[in-house]
């Protein structure tokens, strides 16, 4: 990777491919991950509704604290290997083992120490993937100024990564009890054992590969935390985007979350099925984004996917079942946007703020979105759980370990609106905020070239 003065740097095809192995490790873990643990710790376990709505609160205080906290440390790191690196390479393993550890739950243990196990790796677990999951989205738009590099390495992030969310539903789908089988967990856990290896394996190759650019580590100076965050929360730019991500996560948390119930109790086909109905229109999307983007722009093209997976998600309410996975699939298309498009859009705020701010905060700006964002993870462990009761669905446990299909109609409905309706007018209203966004037309323009010249000053300093 070399620096040109006054243009952008330029990426290999090879350098892309390996960038993406490290999302191919944490969206495989992380799929796993959400899509397994409320059926795990409600259907499987017994563990009811309020205890899981407990541990989703603490959950989301701790997720609205760990990610500024260590977007801030990242930023201000001076390590011979760079500032994000080595806290991506180091911190692999030990996800490895929180993820393990998450569906080791005591055989036989009470309600009470079902809720300490579950609450206490959720943290940890919760630790090591921020710390992995931020330095890598803020590594993004350090390594190039160009959008279309960006979107490039973007591209090859999210196909990898939705391999990796396709596995995480493969694998434990495989391994999970299934109705009129034995219910035993051990072959599941022996799976998620085998699930946090291998994905530590993956982000650890990709550090071996990229590069820190060394004039912002070398040249930028830290800013105090006072000042940083007075940059941060007067960028409009950046809370414009942070409230369009918040209703992305919330969809993608209730779509991952209910993907099983929607299989088993709504369908009663093979999940599959289901997962293929996603995730093959999502796929092909995913490239495509680049030609919307050329055609529309960052944000239009944003907007437009958005819309589209809006509109197939809030239709799943309501349309009849053979026209489900049709609506599914149209709900795939358009997730190709905030699947590639947003870190994108986040590297266009970066580089506005570093002509404010005189520095590469990438950590600051991705860790204030978590604070704003991830609360919406929590939210939807939370909704799930009891809109179903609510609505009377009618657990394993409850039916003496084995699977009840013939649930009542309101059960089927709280199925459909928790991976459709309230999904479906979250896409909507964040593609509507997108209007307020500034980042675009002759103003864009003039921030690429200034960002330009402010890197090719700082390329020179460094040799000097």
């Known amino acids: 990777m070399s620096q040109a003065t006054h243009a952008p740097v330029r990426l290999s095809g090879g350098y892309k491919v390996i960038w993406g192995i490290a999302a191919l ?6 799929g796993t991950y959400g899509a397994l643990l409320p059926i795990f710790y409600q259907d499987y376990l017994g563990l009811t509704a309020r205890w899981i ?26 390590f011979k290997l760079g500032r994000r690196i080595p806290y991506m390479r180091f911190t692999a393993p030990f996800l490895a083992l929180t993820f393990i550890l998450v569906w080791f739950a005591p055989s036989g243990a009470g309600e009470t120490a079902l809720f300490v196990w579950m609450l206490v ?45 396709l596995l995480g539903f493969i694998v434990p789908d495989f391994f999970r009890p299934k109705a009129g089988a034995e219910p035993s967990v051990l072959p599941l856990q022996m799976a998620m054992i085998a699930v946090g290896i291998l994905s530590a394996v993956f982000i650890v190759i990709t550090t071996l590969k990229v590069k820190e650019r060394p004039e912002f580590t070398k040249v930028d100076k830290p800013i105090p935390l006072g000042k940083a965050l007075r940059f941060t929360f007067t960028s409009k730019s950046f809370l414009v985007l942070v409230a369009q991500n918040f209703m ?36 092909a999307g995913v490239p495509i984004t680049s030609l919307i983007r050329k055609r529309l722009g960052l944000v239009g093209a944003q907007q437009l996917l958005l819309l589209i997976a809006g509109i197939g998600l809030i239709a799943i309410a309501f349309v009849p079942k053979p ?7 149209m709900a795939g298309f358009g997730l190709s946007g905030p699947q590639t498009l947003t870190n994108v859009l986040f590297g266009q705020v970066a580089d506005e703020d570093e002509l404010r701010s005189g520095v590469r905060r990438e950590g600051a700006f991705f860790g ?45 409905f709280g199925i459909k609106a928790l991976i ?28 690429k070239e200034k960002v330009l010249a402010l890197h090719a000053a700082k390329h020179e300093q460094l040799g000097k």
């Open 420 to 447: 459709g309706l309230i999904p479906g007018v979250a896409l909507i209203i964040g593609a509507g905020l997108l209007f307020w966004y500034p980042l675009k037309g002759k103003y864009l323009d003039e921030v």
């Open 25 to 30: 490790g944490t969206s495989f873990i992380a």
């Open 53 to 78: 709505a407990i541990a989703s609160a603490i959950y989301a205080i701790w997720n609205a604290l760990n990610d500024p906290l260590f977007g801030y440390i990242t930023d201000n790191t001076r």
């Open 248 to 283: 992305s996560i919330l969809m993608s948390s209730l779509v991952l979350g209910v993907l099983f119930y929607m299989a088993d109790y709504v369908l009663q086909m093979n999940t599959m099925i289901v997962l293929a109905c996603v995730f093959i229109p999502l796929i």
């Open 121 to 165: 790796t959720m943290l940890l677990y919760d630790t090591a993937y921020t710390i992995i999951g931020l330095v890598y989205s803020a590594l993004l738009p350090e390594v190039t100024e160009s959008d279309g590099e960006r979107n490039g390495l973007q591209i090859s992030a999210s196909l990898f990564g939705l391999l990796g969310t």
């Open 368 to 412: 204030v979105n978590a604070l704003i964002t991830k609360p919406a993870q929590p939210i939807a462990l939370a909704l799930i759980p009891f809109i179903l009761e609510a609505t009377k669905f009618v657990t394993r446990d409850a039916n003496n370990g084995q699977i009840f299909l013939d649930q009542p109609a309101g059960a089927i």
């Open 323 to 329: 026209l489900i996975l049709v609506c599914l699939a």
